[in-house]
């Protein structure tokens, strides 16, 4: 539903790339290049480097506790946010403001989400600008023990 953009898939090796392409059914996508895959993450900085050189960073899974540290760190690098409504997602992230939400499998909305920040610099530019100013607030000493106590307690 996103045919004109590329993404980027990260595994530990190259066998769990291909069980995963083929449990999902995503060959032809990785066939015709849409979908690259890089293995050997090895240093926490590689994948921040990874991270940076993005448009956007899809978080798809609807699992509460997935990708919060993940999630921080790509608000840090002040990457716009596509992800659904659960957990800790729907707390910190305001649609088109700070990144763009879904309702938890509506894949239709998601994949809108990914064209338009695709599509539309102008709204990439601002998301961006907002996650890095929702992540200095998350990570006021201030602000984040209450957050994150908040959080986690609701």
Do not use: W
Request: a negative charge; hydrophobic letters at 40%.
């Amino acid at each position: 539903k996103c045919p004109n953009v590329k993404f980027k898939f990260l595994f530990r090796n190259m066998s769990e790339a291909i069980e995963s392409l083929d449990k999902y059914n995503l060959n032809k996508f990785y066939e015709s290049g849409q979908i690259s895959i890089q293995t050997n993450v090895e240093k926490h900085s590689d994948l921040l480097n990874i991270v940076a050189s993005a448009r956007g960073v899809l978080i798809p899974s609807y699992y509460p506790t997935t990708g919060e540290f993940f999630l921080l760190e790509s608000l840090g690098l002040g990457k716009v946010i596509l992800c659904f409504n659960s957990g800790v997602h729907k707390e910190l992230i305001s649609h088109e403001k700070n990144g763009m939400i879904s309702e938890v499998n509506d894949i239709d909305k998601f994949s809108y989400n990914i064209n338009k920040i695709n599509n539309d610099n102008s709204l990439c530019n601002e998301i961006s600008i907002e996650a890095s100013n929702l992540f200095k607030i998350l990570m006021n000493d201030n602000n984040f023990a209450p957050a994150i106590q908040r959080i986690f307690t609701n």
